[in-house]
């Protein structure tokens, strides 16, 4: 009788390290796994990161002080939905450059080797065009915003650009990943303001140290190889003393989230703001878990952990959420 697994996916069909019973396998047709694996469809856990901060501005923006007569206190649903789409897209349109930039050192790593440009599964050429197709739905979902957010977006192509090329020069690609993938901190706020002001500022800040210290946790997993090939990361920086910069990492974030809080005028006590502040406590302790728990030699925990880092993110989320919810119950004075 056939396998179970093997009529799945073929080792030689999927990246090594890719989650067998994924939707990918189970639900698309096999020409367009290579595909989904350029974009990473099938770890989701990428493009929840990106998410994050875009969630997180779009629903601190409608909190701050002085909100116009169309605020609820809530983010637009229109906004999120957006974000969400956007994200895939562009996550998956990141990826696939990388993959362009990267594949030779791809194919001197374990873990990369299968993916489809090292592998021979997709050529070049049909990896761009499927690049240009990615973009094209980011950027249409990037005009639904307002001209200000438009251009704040395009901008943020510069630091999506540079970062595959900072692992060769540079200890800290970690930190052009964040710039990167935490820009979602000042779009949220700029689709809804149409500006930016010091929160979102500050929120960006913070979430630039969060991506630093979850993709050190990451690149955990490839630190032999890597120093085999000559690439560059805070894993390979950090080595032993990597619990102590995740703290200084992560207590950075929870300071500049707090200050971003504040900034945007939610106090945190006596008012409806406090379950946002909550939830940096309950966010903290779970970066306490992270840092307790990690076992820097131990690739298949560092990588659950590094998942974990979504939990954050609904945990911060919810908590603005609910300060949003909160507010609305509250009296409306008059004077």
Same mark, same amino acid.
């Given at each position: 009788?056939?396998?179970?697994?093997?009529?799945?996916?073929?080792?030689?069909?999927?990246?090594?390290?890719?989650?067998?019973?994924?939707?990918?396998?189970?639900?698309?047709?096999?020409?367009? !796994?290579?595909?989904?694996?350029?974009?990473?469809?099938?770890?989701?856990?990428?493009?929840?990161?990106?998410?994050?901060?875009?969630? !997180?501005?779009?629903?601190?923006?409608?909190?701050?002080?002085?909100?116009?007569?169309?605020?609820?206190?809530?983010?637009?649903?229109?906004?999120?939905?957006?974000?969400?789409?956007?994200?895939?897209?562009?996550?998956?349109?990141?990826?696939?450059?990388?993959?362009?930039?990267?594949?030779?050192?791809?194919?001197?790593?374990?873990?990369?080797?299968?993916?489809?440009?090292?592998?021979?599964?997709?050529?070049?050429?049909?990896?761009?065009?499927?690049?240009?197709?990615?973009?094209?739905?980011?950027?249409?979902?990037?005009?639904?915003?307002?001209?200000?957010?438009?251009?704040?977006? #395009?901008?943020?192509?510069?630091?999506?650009?540079?970062?595959?090329?900072?692992?060769?020069?540079?200890?800290?690609?970690?930190?052009?990943?964040?710039?990167?993938?935490?820009?979602?901190?000042?779009?949220? !706020?700029?689709?809804?303001?149409?500006?930016?002001?010091?929160?979102?500022?500050?929120?960006?800040?913070?979430?630039?140290?969060?991506?630093?210290?979850?993709?050190?946790?990451?690149?955990?997993?490839?630190?032999?190889?890597?120093?085999?090939?000559?690439?560059?990361?805070?894993?390979?920086?950090?080595?032993?003393?990597?619990?102590?910069?995740?703290?200084?990492?992560?207590?950075?974030?929870?300071?500049?989230?707090?200050?971003?809080?504040?900034?945007?005028?939610?106090?945190?006590?006596?008012?409806?703001?406090?379950?946002?502040?909550?939830?940096?406590?309950?966010?903290?302790?779970?970066? #306490?878990?992270?840092?307790?728990?990690?076992?820097?030699?131990?690739?298949?925990?560092?990588?659950?952990?590094?998942?974990?880092?979504?939990?954050?993110?609904?945990?911060?989320?919810?908590?603005?959420?609910?300060?949003?919810? !909160?507010?609305?119950?509250?009296?409306?004075?008059?004077?």
């Amino acid at each position: 009788m056939t396998n179970l697994k093997t009529s799945l996916a073929e080792p030689t069909d999927r990246v090594s390290d890719a989650a067998l019973y994924n939707w990918v396998y189970r639900l698309l047709p096999r020409a367009i !796994w290579p595909y989904a694996q350029l974009a990473r469809w099938d770890r989701p856990i990428g493009w929840q990161l990106l998410l994050w901060p875009c969630w !997180w501005s779009a629903a601190l923006a409608p909190q701050a002080v002085a909100p116009s007569a169309i605020h609820t206190g809530l983010p637009s649903l229109w906004h999120l939905f957006l974000f969400l789409v956007g994200s895939i897209a562009m996550r998956g349109a990141g990826c696939t450059y990388n993959d362009l930039v990267d594949q030779k050192i791809d194919d001197k790593v374990a873990r990369t080797r299968s993916r489809p440009l090292p592998s021979g599964r997709v050529t070049r050429l049909q990896a761009k065009l499927f690049l240009v197709a990615q973009a094209l739905v980011g950027f249409i979902v990037l005009i639904q915003f307002n001209l200000f957010a438009v251009l704040l977006g #395009i901008a943020s192509l510069a630091t999506v650009a540079i970062y595959p090329f900072l692992k060769r020069v540079t200890d800290w690609p970690q930190l052009g990943l964040g710039l990167a993938f935490s820009w979602g901190a000042l779009m949220g !706020w700029a689709a809804d303001r149409g500006s930016l002001t010091l929160a979102p500022l500050l929120l960006y800040a913070g979430a630039i140290l969060w991506t630093i210290g979850y993709d050190t946790i990451y690149a955990h997993q490839d630190k032999e190889d890597d120093a085999l090939v000559g690439v560059r990361s805070t894993a390979r920086l950090f080595g032993s003393r990597t619990r102590e910069a995740l703290s200084v990492l992560y207590l950075g974030t929870i300071i500049l989230f707090f200050a971003a809080f504040a900034a945007a005028g939610m106090t945190p006590a006596g008012g409806p703001s406090w379950p946002a502040y909550i939830a940096l406590v309950i966010g903290a302790v779970q970066m #306490i878990w992270q840092i307790s728990s990690l076992d820097i030699d131990d690739p298949d925990q560092c990588l659950a952990l590094f998942k974990s880092n979504t939990v954050f993110g609904w945990i911060i989320f919810f908590g603005l959420i609910f300060s949003g919810l !909160w507010s609305l119950s509250m009296p409306v004075a008059v004077g």
